[in-house]
């Protein structure tokens, strides 16, 4: 079992700056892929990025590409999503997620990838 805690989220202007953090407990020893997904009012959850355990492989949404970057604590089990640009689209709750590294990295753009989820953050962004 893996326990996900998220924090970070908050309120931020157009063109401003969020790091989440999500910080995993319980069978961190084993390797994990972290997702941060996100969702809108109104909308279905989606994909933002994903990182292995280890940091060397990571993958981020074309929407988010160049703005977001994925990484983790060298020490502490945690993983970080760090949000730069934002604009009022970005506006939504966002889980982090997790699952043991036995898929393709690719395969973890997918929700029903991932069997632990977080409660989520609230991110909101003004214009």
């Known amino acids: 079992q893996v326990q996900l805690v998220e924090s970070g989220g908050g309120l931020v202007q157009a063109g401003g700056s969020l790091r989440l953090s999500c910080a995993a407990s319980?069978?961190?020893?084993?390797?994990?892929?972290v997702g941060w997904f996100r969702q809108a009012p109104g909308k279905e959850r989606e994909f933002v990025a994903v990182l292995s355990w280890n940091g060397a492989r990571a993958l981020h949404a074309e929407s988010v590409q160049g703005r977001f970057t994925i990484s983790r604590d060298n020490i502490k089990p945690t993983i970080f999503l760090q949000m730069n640009n934002l604009n009022p689209d970005d506006t939504a709750v966002y889980y982090c997620?997790?699952?043991?590294?036995?898929?393709?990295?690719?395969?973890?753009?997918?929700?029903?990838?991932?069997?632990?989820w977080g409660q989520g953050t609230q991110v909101t962004v003004s214009s």
């Open positions: 319980g069978r961190t020893s084993d390797n994990f892929y």
């Open positions: 997620a997790a699952e043991k590294e036995w898929n393709t990295i690719l395969n973890m753009r997918f929700q029903h990838s991932y069997s632990y």
